[in-house]
């Protein structure tokens, strides 16, 4: 594998010579430290970056921007959130357009988790920012937090 720099840390890097990836098998990488249950394998190309993101079923993020538009076409179970303050529901097979630096939350229904691809441009990596300004952790729906140890 590429070893050149990405600006998602620990994110593949496509090109020379590396051009097929099985993404299911690549490291999962958080893809929302601090305000989001995301997470999946990340390959970055010169110009756009591909996540194979999981969002384990009734978690999600809080409120968040990024500086990097974003395209969600989700594979497997429903996402439901909210775009500069538009309410979605995105089953299999639905695509969801996020403009750059557009506050936003997305959660993965109760019903089953989440597989999703997320395409963004290369302004910026895959992690943006909570909008409070905190990286207090993810959103969770009742009864699915973490079990404490």
């Given at each position: 594998m590429n070893t050149k720099a990405t600006k998602t840390e620990g994110a593949v890097k496509a090109g020379d010579g590396d051009?097929?990836?099985k993404m299911d098998e690549l490291t999962h990488l958080e893809a929302g430290t601090g305000y989001s249950t995301s997470h999946g394998g990340v390959v970055e190309g010169e110009r756009m970056l591909v996540g194979y993101?999981?969002?384990p079923r009734g978690t999600g993020s809080r409120l968040h921007s990024h500086p990097n538009e974003q395209l969600n076409f989700v594979l497997k179970g429903t996402l439901e959130g909210e775009i500069n303050g538009t309410e979605f529901s995105a089953p299999q097979g639905s695509l969801i357009y996020i403009p750059?630096?557009?506050p936003h939350w997305i959660m993965a229904t109760?019903?089953?988790?989440?597989?999703?691809?997320?395409?963004k441009d290369l302004s910026h990596g895959i992690v943006g920012l909570a909008i409070d300004g905190t990286m207090s952790g993810p959103k969770y729906d009742l009864g699915f937090e973490p079990k404490e140890a």
């Open positions: 051009y097929c990836f993101i999981h969002k750059a630096e557009a109760q019903e089953e988790d989440v597989i999703f691809l997320a395409l």
